[in-house]
T-cell receptor, first 114, second 114 residues
Framework: DAGVTQSPTHLIKTRGQQVTLRCSPI?????VSWYQQVLGQGPQFIFQ???????GRGNFPDRFSARQFPNYSSELNVNALLLGDSALYLC?????????????FGEGSRLTVL | AQSVTQLGSHVSVSEGALVLLRCNYS??????LFWYVQYPNQGLQLLLK??????LVKGINGFEAEFKKSETSFHLTKPSAHMSDAAEYFC????????????FGQGTRLTINP
C-alpha cells in the first residue's frame, strides 16, 4: 500500500513568491497534518485538517493556509515567501481526528527561498 | 504549555555499545510521549509511544523507553547499537490522547562508529 505522498520533493522560490505543496494521505486516512522542519530543529505543527475542516492551527502567520479536498488530499499554501520559510514541510496522516498518536509522515517537500 | 527538551544534539557510540538518548518533558497535565526516527531523506517513523498503560515501553528495532514521572523523563535506550541505527531521533509529546498537535524536541543525531 502506498504511504503518504508529497509533491514536489524539492523546489526553489524567491522572496515574495507563493508556493503550493501537495499531500496525499494513506488510503482510508481522513486526517492530514502539516509540520515545518527548519534545518537543525524538530518539526513544528502548522495545521490539522479532518473531514475538510481545520481542526488545529499552530503559531504561524496568516501567510500560511491550507485546505483538504473531498478525497482527503491536502494543499499547503504559503504566500509572500520569506527567507525564513526555507524548510522541510512534512505532511502526516492518520485514520481519524483523534487517534493513538501515531502519525504517518511523508518524506516531505524541501523548500528553498532565495 | 508543553515543551520537550532533548539533551545532546549529537550522540556518538560504537557498534554494539549501549544507546541512550535523553528526553525531558514539561507539561501541566499527564503527557503522552513518543519517539520518532528520521533516516536521511525520509519522513519520520514512530519508534514507540507512551500512553499511560505501562511505564516501560518497547518499540521497534530493539528500542525501549521508560517513563519516569518523578524525573519528567522519557529516555530512549537500546542495549546494542547497530550501524543501521544511525539517524535523527525526535522525542515528542501531546497533552491530549490522540491529539495530532505533537510538540517535538530539537532532535538528536545518532552516529554509530564501526
Amino acid at each position: 500500500d502506498a504511504g503518504v505522498t508529497q509533491s514536489p520533493t524539492h523546489l526553489i522560490k524567491t522572496r515574495g513568491q507563493q508556493v503550493t505543496l501537495r499531500c496525499s494521505p494513506i488510503s482510508g486516512h481522513k486526517s492530514v497534518s502539516w509540520y515545518q522542519q527548519v534545518l537543525g530543529q524538530g518539526p513544528q505543527f502548522i495545521f490539522q485538517y479532518y473531514e475538510k475542516e481545520e481542526r488545529g492551527r499552530g503559531n504561524f502567520p496568516d501567510r500560511f493556509s491550507a485546505r483538504q479536498f473531498p478525497n482527503y488530499s491536502s494543499e499547503l499554501n504559503v504566500n509572500a515567501l520569506l527567507l525564513g520559510d526555507s524548510a522541510l514541510y512534512l505532511c502526516a496522516s492518520s485514520p481519524g481526528q483523534m487517534n493513538t498518536g501515531e502519525l504517518f509522515f511523508g518524506e516531505g517537500s524541501r523548500l528553498t527561498v532565495l | 504549555a508543553q515543551s520537550v527538551t532533548q539533551l545532546g544534539s549529537h550522540v556518538s557510540v560504537s557498534e554494539g555499545a549501549l544507546v541512550l538518548l535523553r528526553c525531558n518533558y514539561s507539561s501541566s497535565v499527564p503527557p503522552y510521549l513518543f519517539w520518532y526516527v528520521q533516516y536521511p531523506n525520509q519522513g519520520l517513523q514512530l519508534l514507540l509511544k507512551y500512553t499511560s498503560a505501562a511505564t516501560l515501553v518497547k518499540g521497534i528495532n530493539g528500542f525501549e523507553a521508560e517513563f519516569k514521572k518523578s524525573e519528567t523523563s522519557f529516555h530512549l535506550t537500546k542495549p546494542s547499537a547497530h550501524m543501521s541505527d544511525a539517524a535523527e531521533y525526535f522525542c515528542a509529546s501531546t497533552a491530549i490522547q490522540g491529539a495530532q498537535k505533537l510538540v517535538f524536541g530539537q532532535g538528536t543525531r545518532l552516529t554509530i562508529n564501526p
